[in-house]
């Protein structure tokens, strides 16, 4: 088996010297090629990856992006470096996180027996004790997250995924519709396909958290206004007045002062604020014809990044 190791980059010059630092010291006795995915970079990150070719021969650099039509997320690039693929299986990882030294050797172990896998998150190595605090044990650190609404499945982050190419043939490309939820989507399709979701705790993935205050508003954003069409999709009803609940809870969230004086504390705050947001422009995006005539009622924002059940 040929596997092929997906990393899509967009202007990740801070972090993504880590990352091919390990993926440069992978022990693995089987082939395998690395497709940098570059979405449009403008920053010094494709020098860095270039400097690698020594240490990571089977290295290829890949464009995802087309000037000067719209730069499209990060489905769109894992879509673009699977299509460029090689291998008779795919692995996905990020510029901004660190495999673990055995991570290609367990995840080609796993993809041995298994169509479709997802690996475990760790999250002390890369992240400061205060965004810790704030974010608790840690999602996928021990499981995958089961959401309790249709269609009642398993998701696995796309940071820490992989799959035979007969899965990602059969069940078709990531969805770019979604900007941050299209694993979740992927996840699903899978299963509702017929396949198992093989979560393998030894296949290990060092996360980092956004720790900025602009990143963690806008990566809570981004799912809160992927939730309404997600459940759209799945034919979870979001209830008659839907969109005013949600507003109403976004402005008595606002009313609250927020807790500026602990960093963990001003950090669940914001999440959960930009989460609302995002959700309410999720609405209207999505629901702005239907969302009277749903005769379901959601349940409750998350606080928390590891409490995300899609609600």
């Keep these: 088996m040929k596997l092929s190791v997906i990393l899509p980059c ?23 090629e690395l497709i940098v995915v570059n979405n449009g970079s403008t920053d010094h990150s494709m020098e860095i990856v270039e400097g690698y070719r020594d240490r990571l021969p089977h290295l290829r650099i890949v464009n995802a992006y087309t000037p000067p039509g719209p730069r499209l997320g990060v489905a769109h690039s894992y879509n673009t470096g699977v299509q460029a693929a090689d291998g008779d299986a795919v692995a996905f990882c990020e510029a901004d996180d660190e495999v673990a030294t055995d991570w290609l050797a367990q995840m080609a172990e796993a993809l041995a027996q298994h169509q479709c896998v997802a690996g475990a998150l760790e999250y002390t190595r890369l992240n400061e004790p205060w965004i810790l605090e704030a974010n608790g044990n840690g999602a996928q650190s021990e499981a995958l997250i089961v959401v309790k609404h249709k269609p009642y499945l398993s998701f696995a982050y796309g940071c820490n995924l992989g799959m035979k190419r007969s899965v990602y043939e059969t069940v078709g490309e990531f969805d770019t519709s979604f900007p941050c939820a299209w694993d979740m989507d992927y996840s699903f399709r899978v299963q509702l396909a017929g396949i198992p979701l093989h979560f393998a705790p030894q296949i290990v993935v060092h996360y980092r958290i956004r720790h900025t205050w602009r990143d963690i508003y806008r990566q809570a954003h981004r799912w809160g206004e992927d939730n309404p069409l997600i459940r759209k999709r799945y034919g979870v009803g979001m209830g008659k007045l839907e969109l005013f609940r949600r507003t109403f809870a976004l402005l008595q969230h606002l009313l609250h002062k927020p807790p500026v004086s602990k960093r963990a504390a001003f950090s669940n705050w914001l999440f959960s604020f930009g989460w609302q947001v995002g959700e309410v422009q999720g609405l209207l995006k999505h629901f702005l014809f239907s969302f009277f005539t749903s005769p379901q009622r959601s349940s409750v924002v998350p606080q928390h990044k590891q409490e995300i059940q899609v609600h």
């Design 10 to 32: 967009y202007n990740g010059e801070k972090t993504i010297a880590v990352q091919l630092e390990s993926l440069a010291k992978q022990q693995w006795a089987g082939t395998w």
